[in-house]
C-alpha cells in the first residue's frame, strides 16, 4: 500500500533550534518525494524535492531508502518558518500527502 | 496572475443541495488533480485528469461526485446531494506533467474551496 507517514502532529521548538520534521514512506517502487509547505493564509506550494537535492529556505531532506524516510531538516529554526509542512510521494502521476505537521517556532 | 485559480472561496449549502466548484489551472498545465481536504487532515486524491481526459477518479467518494475538464483547461467538481461529510476544503492542482516524463513536474496549487454543508 502506498502511504506517508508524519508522526508529529505538531512540533514546537525555540528560535535558533535545530528542527525535524519526520516522514515515512510506503511504496513498491521507486517514488519521488516531496516536502509542501502552507504558511498563513496562503496556498500549499513546494519546498523541495529529493531529486533536486537542494537546500531551500536553509531546508535539506535526504531520501533514506533503506529507511523509507525522507526527514525535513534544518540547522536554526527561524520564527518564519512556522507553518504547516507535507511530505508527499508520488510514482507515476498520483501524489500521496502526509496529514501534516504544524511547525511553531517560538520567539 | 498566472497562478491556479479556484472558485468560490466559500460555499454554504444546505443538506441535499448540488455544488458546484471550479477550478483554472496555469495555463499549459497538461494535467489537473482535484483533492479534498478534512480538518486536521493531509489532502486525500479525488481524481485525475490529462488533458480532457479523466484518468483516474479512483479517489471519489460516492457517485454523488462528479468532475470534468472537457476542453482540457478549467475543470469542475460537481457535487450532488451535499451531504455533511461532504464539507471540507477542496483543492485543484495542476502540473505541466506530460506523459511518460522521466519525474514528475511539481504540483501547482490553487486557495482551494472551503465547501460547509449545513
Known amino acids: 500500500a502506498q502511504r506517508v507517514t508524519q508522526p508529529e502532529k505538531l512540533l514546537s521548538v525555540f528560535k535558533g533550534a535545530p528542527v525535524e520534521l519526520k516522514c515515512n514512506y510506503s511504496y513498491s517502487g521507486s517514488p519521488e518525494l516531496f516536502w509542501y509547505v502552507q504558511y498563513s493564509r496562503q496556498r500549499l506550494q513546494l519546498l523541495l524535492r529529493h531529486i533536486s537535492r537542494e537546500s531551500i529556505k536553509g531546508f535539506t531532506a535526504d531520501l533514506n531508502k533503506g529507511e523509507t524516510s525522507f526527514h525535513l531538516k534544518k540547522p536554526f529554526a527561524q520564527e518564519e518558518d512556522s507553518a504547516m509542512y507535507y511530505c508527499?510521494?508520488?510514482?507515476?502521476?498520483?501524489?500521496?500527502f502526509g496529514t501534516g505537521t504544524r511547525l511553531k517556532v517560538l520567539a | 496572475g498566472a497562478g491556479v485559480s479556484q472558485s468560490p472561496r466559500y460555499k454554504v449549502a444546505k443538506r441535499g443541495q448540488d455544488v458546484a466548484l471550479r477550478c483554472d489551472p496555469i495555463s499549459g498545465h497538461v494535467s489537473l488533480f482535484w483533492y479534498q481536504q478534512a480538518l486536521g487532515q493531509g489532502p486525500e486524491f479525488l481524481t485525475y485528469f490529462q488533458n480532457e481526459a479523466q484518468l483516474d477518479k479512483s479517489g471519489l467518494p460516492s457517485d454523488r461526485f462528479f468532475a470534468e475538464r472537457p476542453e482540457g483547461s478549467v475543470s469542475t467538481l460537481k457535487i450532488q446531494r451535499t451531504q455533511q461529510e461532504d464539507s471540507a476544503v477542496y483543492l485543484c492542482?495542476?502540473?505541466?506533467?506530460?506523459?511518460?516524463?522521466?519525474?514528475?513536474?511539481?504540483?501547482?496549487f490553487g486557495n482551494g474551496t472551503r465547501l460547509t454543508v449545513t
Open positions: 508527499a510521494l508520488s510514482g507515476t502521476y498520483k501524489y500521496i
Open positions: 492542482a495542476s502540473s505541466l506533467n506530460r506523459a511518460l516524463s522521466s519525474y514528475n513536474s511539481p504540483l501547482h
